[in-house]
Every structure is written in C-alpha cells, then in structure tokens.
T-cell receptor
Framework: GQQVMQIPQYQHVQEGEDFTTYCNSS?????IQWYKQRPGGHPVFLIQ?????EVKKQKRLTFQFGEAKKNSSLHITATQTTDVGTYFC???????????FGTGTKLQVIP | SAVISQKPSRDICQRGTSLTIQCQVD?????MFWYRQQPGQSLTLIAT?????????ESGFVIDKFPISRPNLTFSTLTVSNMSPEDSSIYLC????????????????FGSGTQLSVL
C-alpha cells in the first residue's frame, strides 16, 4: 500500500532558526495536505497543494509540492516557540484512496 | 468549518472491557472517519463510517473489535471492544470538508480526541 515518509523524525532548533521537513510518497499523489498537531492537541489543517511544482506561502511557512507529485516540503522561516508541535503531511492518491498520513516531524523550539 | 465534539476526552479502562466513543458534528456530513494514533506515532485510519451502510474497515481492523455506528448524518460512535493494553492510544474522529471552487477541497477536521489507557 501507499507509504508516506517524513524526515527528520525530530528536530530541535533555536528560536529564530529555520526549519524544514520533507515528505516522500511511494506513489504519485493527486494532492498533498499538511497538518500541525500541538502537544496534547489534535491535527489542524494547514494547507493543501494540488499542482505539480506548486509553492504556497502562509506568513513564515512555505509549502512546496514536487514536480513529480511524489514529494513535498514545509519550510518555516525564523521559528518561534508557537511553532512547536508535530507536522504531518497527508497524501491522497485520488479516486477512492483514502488520505495516508506521513510519519510526522516533531519540532521543538528552544527559546 | 465543521465543529466536532468528541467524548470522552480520556478514560482509563480495565482489560477485557469495552469503551464507546461518541462523535457529534455541527453539520451534516456524508463520511466520518475514525483514526487511531498510538503514542508518538502518526495517524492510522481505522474505518470510514457512512450513514445507512456498514462501515468500511482498513486492513488490520475488524468490525468485531471496533464496531461503528452511524445512525444519522451528524453522529457516529466507535467502540473499542475487549480491550487490552495494546489498545492504549488516542482515538480521533474526523470529517472531510469540501470547498467547491477551491483547491482546499479535502481538508479534514478532527475532534479533540479520546485518550484511552488500558490497564
């Protein structure tokens, strides 16, 4: 079945440093979604990318969908303590395939 | 945005017992999803609950262990039956929101989750 892997598994950064998490799917995706889960919380939708090579920005967050639609990345510029949490990508292969969540990257920001 | 109420928020149960988790949505939705999130892990889909039909279970999950009800378009329950310590997880219900005309047409909204500990 479809597998979605994320690297790194954990990342500790000093506040103000940048952070990037990478998402790789074993199959071509129709779209990719990103979610953030704060400690003790539930996943919250951040964004969805649909087009090959698409780049979207939300303030300090930049999301990219690969040309082959099998990988994606999330980059956070100048991290803040409010960015702490686990970031999940979730890939949809289309049709009746359900969304498959990536393995997640846990971000810790040191003040 | 859909608002999902899930309860209980947490429970501690004895092995061999069953727990029913409830999920209420503030709008009518076609499909509701039940996920399991084991400690420190990602989300795994247990089943999809459609109103008026049996739930569709993912590989590794069976109806006898995780019976699901979907009596109407705003409510669903998941029962974790004959629990063992391996069932200790967070269980999340989720709904899909479609936004026609946008490319955010499959965003998932999650309930606050049920943290289950089995002793």
């Amino acid at each position: 079945g479809q597998q979605v892997m994320q690297i790194p598994q954990y990342q500790h950064v000093q506040e103000g440093e940048d952070f990037t998490t990478y998402c790789n799917s074993s199959t071509t995706l129709s779209n990719i979604q990103w979610y953030k889960q704060r400690p003790g919380g539930h996943p919250v939708f951040l964004i969805q990318l649909v087009k090959s090579g698409e780049v979207k920005k939300q303030k300090r967050l930049t999301f990219q969908f690969g040309e082959a639609k099998k990988n994606s990345s999330l980059h956070i510029t100048a991290t803040q303590t409010t960015d702490v949490g686990t970031y999940f990508c979730a890939g949809d292969s289309g049709g009746y395939q359900k969304v498959t969540f990536g393995t997640g990257t846990k971000l810790q920001v040191i003040p | 945005s859909a608002v999902i109420s899930q309860k209980p928020s947490r429970d501690i149960c004895q092995r061999g017992t069953s727990l029913t988790i409830q999920c209420q949505v503030d709008s009518q939705v076609t499909m509701m999803f039940w996920y399991r999130q084991q400690p420190g892990q990602s989300l795994t889909l247990i089943a999809t609950a459609n109103q008026g039909s049996e739930a569709t279970y993912e590989s590794g999950f069976v109806i006898d262990k995780f019976p699901i009800s979907r009596p109407n378009l705003t409510f669903s329950t998941l029962t974790v039956s004959n629990m063992s310590p391996e069932d200790s997880s967070i269980y999340l219900c989720s709904v899909e929101e479609f936004l026609p005309g946008t490319d955010e047409n499959e965003k998932l909204f999650f309930g606050s989750g049920t943290q289950l500990s089995v002793l």
